[in-house]
């Protein structure tokens, strides 16, 4: 059964940081893609960045967390990471990450197999 575990949500102040964690188990994803998604009260799921496979390409990320989110991956682990820098108060959300059994860089929700429960993110102004 596979199982994806985030952690390292919380509250902190606008211009903050806060590093969420997924922990895959069950399966290995290390030749696959694995993302993160948002969603914030009354508003639809928003893709937040993704990173594929060892040498798949670079993360991709939205436009609206560019310069300020950085996606990365331990494979040993199984685990990836998003380092969330400069945060505001919009970036307020639940944050869930979701992976792929194989190497496509997409934002698309919909072509995710497996998801976390999620992690709660509150900035505050």
């Known amino acids: 059964q596979v199982q994806l575990v985030e952690s390292g949500g919380g509250l902190v102040q606008a211009g903050g940081s806060l590093r969420l964690s997924c922990a895959a188990s069950g399966r290995t994803f290390s030749s696959g893609t694995m993302g993160w998604f948002r969603q914030a009260p009354g508003k639809e799921r928003e893709f937040v960045g993704t990173?594929?496979?060892?040498?798949?390409?670079?993360?991709r990320y939205a436009d609206s967390v560019k310069g300020r989110f950085t996606i990365s991956r331990d494979n040993a682990k199984n685990t990836v990471y998003l380092q969330m820098n400069s945060l505001k108060p919009e970036d307020t959300a639940v944050y869930s990450c979701a992976a792929i059994g194989r190497a496509i860089v997409t934002s698309s929700s919909a072509l995710y197999t497996y998801w976390g429960q999620g992690t709660q993110v509150t900035v505050s102004s």
């Open positions: 990173i594929a496979g060892s040498g798949s390409g670079s993360p």
